[in-house]
């Protein structure tokens, strides 16, 4: 772990146990969006006191939350150029244990954490020297991962395809059940004492003198000291003048899942393979994801987006062409402008916090964002790991003189 990952985990470890204090001496926090991201600050901040309101449009948990695979793939997805959001993603990694034991605790049920780690394949000649390339940059980078010879993979996985080429193991990039998340936070979040307010879409944040008052949902003005904005693919729809509309886009993504016997999984890995990933749970439902398609908030199941996921699953792991199709679904991720994303105070209205546009690692990045974000509404101090993506980096830049 670096220096600067050591320092941030215990200077920020205080946020999910702080003891609860009166609530006059905490803030009045209203969240926008019920997603895991707005449940789970919800419930942190609850922890610590806050009187904390969670406003969502639909159900809790329902939209990119239910739609996700859960994976936590820091590793397996690292990409040139992103090494800030490398850092942030890896903090996280490391925060996910003990996060999701809490959970559970609060809860009184199971997130299904799985450790077997990841597995990135190659089926071609041309795969294989796009994997190389992934594993120089991934070992230039300092990560935990490890080259494997077809043989060693299949030892592995032995229902993968006979034209395995080769494939890297990442034992630190683990997944969860991301529908199970989002129901255990709803129940540690009523059970910590927050006011859960479901088909309730807020409109606007409501503003005096450059700070928050509250948010206007449906008609009603609710008052607060803070506003969260986590509303996900679909923050850009509240109006939260003074402050700049924030950058962010829903991302569509089509996905299915398949029926495996539990007893005798044909997977046991998250797999990345060409054009598709593969994700196992326990109970017997393998998760293929996903397009990624720029259509806004088109909802449409296409022939050619599913066509394309079962044909490259099939192509890793022939024997799923027997197994029966339980569920076709569409989620919209939501995406910045540089696909990180977007943490902490506007630099327009003091009291508006963002927690939004975590593009594809919204599951990855729950528990960091959560600490944060909560570390920041309960003593003003942002973690270092975080600074990078704050929204003024949208700004628009001076005009050189």
């Known amino acids: 772990m670096s220096a600067s990952l050591s320092t941030f985990m215990s200077s920020s470890s205080s946020a999910g146990s702080a003891t609860p204090g009166a609530a006059s001496a905490r803030p009045r926090v209203a969240i926008a969006g019920g997603g895991v991201i707005g449940l789970a600050l919800a419930w942190r901040l609850a922890q610590a006191g806050c009187p904390v309101e969670v406003f969502e449009a639909g159900e809790t948990g329902q939209g990119a939350s239910r739609a996700a695979a859960g994976m936590l793939a820091a590793c397996a997805e690292a ?65 935990p991962v490890e080259w494997l010879t077809a043989a060693q993979v299949r030892r592995r996985e032995p229902y993968l395809s006979p034209k395995l080429a080769g494939g890297i193991l990442t034992l630190e990039d683990h997944q969860v059940d991301n529908r199970k998340v989002a129901a255990a936070l709803k129940v540690a979040a009523l059970k910590a004492g927050v006011n859960i307010q479901e088909h309730t879409p807020v409109a606007r944040v409501e503003t005096a003198g450059g700070r928050v008052t509250g948010l206007v949902a449906g008609d009603t003005l609710h008052a607060a000291d803070v506003v969260v904005l986590a509303a996900g693919a679909w923050s850009r729809g509240i109006d939260i003048t003074p402050a700049a509309p924030l950058p962010v886009r829903p991302i569509k993504g089509q996905m299915l899942a398949l029926r495996m016997d539990p007893a005798a999984p044909i997977l046991s890995h998250v797999l990345w393979a060409p054009g598709a990933y593969l994700v196992p749970r326990h109970d017997g439902r393998l998760i293929i994801g996903a397009t990624t398609e720029e259509k806004g908030f088109d909802t449409d199941l296409t022939a050619g987006g599913q066509l394309a996921l079962l044909t490259n699953a099939w192509r890793a792991l022939p024997t799923l062409e027997e197994l029966t199709i339980l569920e076709q679904w569409v989620g919209f991720r939501p995406g910045s402008r540089d696909d990180a994303p977007i943490l902490g105070p506007s630099e327009e209205v003091d009291g508006l916090i963002y927690a939004t546009g975590h593009h594809r690692n919204g599951i990855l990045l729950l528990p960091v964002t959560t600490q944060v974000i909560a570390d920041y509404v309960l003593s003003g101090r942002m973690a270092d790991v975080a600074a990078p993506f704050g929204a003024a980096r949208f700004a628009p830049r001076a005009a050189a003189e």
Do not use: C, K, M
């Open 79 to 143: 990409e040139p150029g992103e090494e800030v959001l490398l850092a942030l993603n890896r903090a996280s990694q490391v925060l996910w244990p003990a996060f999701a034991a809490d959970l559970e605790q609060a809860a009184g049920s199971s997130v299904d954490l799985r450790t077997e780690g990841t597995l990135t394949i190659a089926l071609t000649a041309d795969d294989l020297a796009r994997l190389r390339h992934l594993y120089a940059l991934q070992q230039s980078l300092g990560l």
